[in-house]
T-cell receptor, first 111, second 113 residues
Framework: GESVGLHLPTLSVQEGDNSIINCAYS??????FIWYKQESGKGPQFIID?????DKRQGQRVTVLLNKTVKHLSLQIAATQPGDSAVYFC??????????FGAGTRLTVKP | NAGVMQNPRHLVRRRGQEARLRCSPM?????VYWYRQLPEEGLKFMVY????????ESGMPKERFSAEFPKEGPSILRIQQVVRGDSAAYFC???????????FGEGSRLTVL
C-alpha cells in the first residue's frame, strides 16, 4: 500500500525579517539541487539552483547554501514579504535524469 | 512560448471510472515527469518518460496506473477503476535535454466521489 504522508512543517516569520528554510537530501551522489516555490492552487515554480561544486549561490533576495558534508541545503529569503508566503520544496538530482523532491515547508509571513 | 499545459484542470470521477490526465510539455522538451500531491503534503514522484519510452516508473502503483508519452501528442497519465484514495493533484513537469530545471504545469485536480 501507499506510505503514510507527512504533513508539511511550517515556518512563520514577520514581514521584513529574514527566513531560512532547511532541507536534508538523501543521496551523497546528487550533483544538482533546485529550490521551488509553490503557491496555493498552482504548480511549483523555480527559484534558484546550485551545483554540487558550489557552496553558495545568490539570487535576488534569495541565497542557497549547500553543505555536502551533512547533506543539507538551505534557502535564505531576505526581507520576507507577504508574497513569499508559499510552500517551498528542495529537489535533488539523484541520477542523470531524475529529480526527487523533499517534503516541503510552508512559509507564512505575518504582516 | 507556452509553458507546460495540463488538462483538465479539474476532473471529477465516480469510483470505478477511468481518469485520463494530459500533459503537453514545453516546446522542445522531450523529458516529462508526473508527480502526485495530496493536500498539505509534498510532491511524490510517479513516473519519468522520454518520447515513446518509460525511463523510471518506480513511483507509480503497479495496478490501475499507466503513463505514456507518444511520439506525437501529449503525455497521458491514465488511472483505471479510480478509488477515493486517488483524489489528489497530479502535476506534470518537463525539461529540455541538457538542463536540470523542471518546468511545471498548473496541475490536474482529480476528485473521486
Amino acid at each position: 500500500g501507499e506510505s503514510v504522508g507527512l504533513h508539511l512543517p511550517t515556518l512563520s516569520v514577520q514581514e521584513g525579517d529574514n527566513s531560512i528554510i532547511n532541507c536534508a537530501y538523501s543521496n551523497s551522489a546528487s550533483d544538482y539541487f533546485i529550490w521551488y516555490k509553490q503557491e496555493s492552487g498552482k504548480g511549483p515554480q523555480f527559484i534558484i539552483d546550485i551545483r554540487s561544486n558550489m557552496d553558495k549561490r545568490q539570487g535576488q533576495r534569495v541565497t542557497v547554501l549547500l553543505n555536502k558534508t551533512v547533506k543539507h541545503l538551505s534557502l535564505q529569503i531576505a526581507a520576507t514579504q507577504p508574497g513569499d508566503s508559499a510552500v517551498y520544496f528542495c529537489a535533488e538530482n539523484i541520477l542523470v535524469d531524475d529529480m526527487r523532491f523533499g517534503a516541503g515547508t510552508r512559509l507564512t509571513v505575518k504582516p | 512560448n507556452a509553458g507546460v499545459m495540463q488538462n483538465p484542470r479539474h476532473l471529477v470521477r465516480r469510483r470505478g471510472q477511468e481518469a485520463r490526465l494530459r500533459c503537453s510539455p514545453m516546446k522542445g522538451h522531450s523529458h516529462v515527469y508526473w508527480y502526485r500531491q495530496l493536500p498539505e503534503e509534498g510532491l511524490k514522484f510517479m513516473v519519468y518518460l522520454q518520447k515513446e519510452n518509460i525511463i523510471d516508473e518506480s513511483g507509480m502503483p503497479k495496478e490501475r496506473f499507466s503513463a505514456e508519452f507518444p511520439k506525437e501528442g501529449p503525455s497521458i497519465l491514465r488511472i483505471q477503476q479510480v478509488v477515493r484514495g486517488d483524489s489528489a493533484a497530479y502535476f506534470c513537469a518537463s525539461r529540455g535535454a541538457h538542463t536540470g530545471e523542471l518546468f511545471f504545469g498548473e496541475g490536474s485536480r482529480l476528485t473521486v466521489l
